[in-house]
Structures are given as structure tokens and as C-alpha cells.
């Protein structure tokens, strides 16, 4: 499994949003993956990115630090199957 498939599979999965706390969602243009760790189906790794807030008119209020480490499993033909939070 590359990386560069991990990213993408980050870019998509609504999984990251777990990591944000306050109600806000994850800005995509500011994600970050570090693979800290790779064995044969799974990898752990580092994600990071902006959480966005609006305020109740729909403008940007603010931006938030967010990150986590997440499992991710992958099947025998290379397709991430699962992501798990780790805390």
C-alpha cells in the first residue's frame, strides 16, 4: 500500500471527522498523513488538519488544530477496507 493511496483514501472518508471538537469539518487543503508505522495488511498513521468553523450566518469564524491516529487495514488486493481510531 503507498501513501499516496492512504492520502487519498483520508481526502474521502467522512472517518476523519471524528477528530474535530467543535462541531465544525475537516479542511481537506490542510490534511496531513504520516505513516508512523507499515505491516503487511495495516499501517498506523498520524492525521492532522484544520477543523472549520462557521458562525450561523456561514462565514469562516475560526480554525482549529485537529489530530489523531488511525488504524488503517487494507484487503489482499490493496483496497483500504477499514480505518480505526486509536486513542
Known amino acids: 500500500m503507498d501513501e499516496s493511496a492512504i492520502a ?4 474521502a472518508t467522512p472517518a476523519i471527522a471524528a477528530l474535530c471538537s ?6 481537506h487543503d490542510s490534511l496531513k498523513i504520516e ?3 507499515r505491516g503487511r495488511d495495516s499501517a498506523l498513521c498520524a492525521v492532522s488538519f484544520e477543523e472549520i468553523l462557521v ?3 456561514g462565514c ?6 485537529c489530530w489523531g491516529r488511525f488504524r488503517v487495514q ?5 483496497r483500504i477496507v477499514h480505518a480505526s481510531r486509536i486513542d
Open 22 to 27: 467543535q462541531n465544525g469539518w475537516p479542511d
Open 74 to 78: 487494507w484487503d489482499a488486493a490493496g
Open 55 to 57: 458562525e450561523g450566518a
Open 60 to 65: 469562516v469564524a475560526g480554525r482549529v488544530p
Open 35 to 37: 505513516v508512523l508505522e
Open 8 to 11: 487519498r483514501y483520508f481526502a
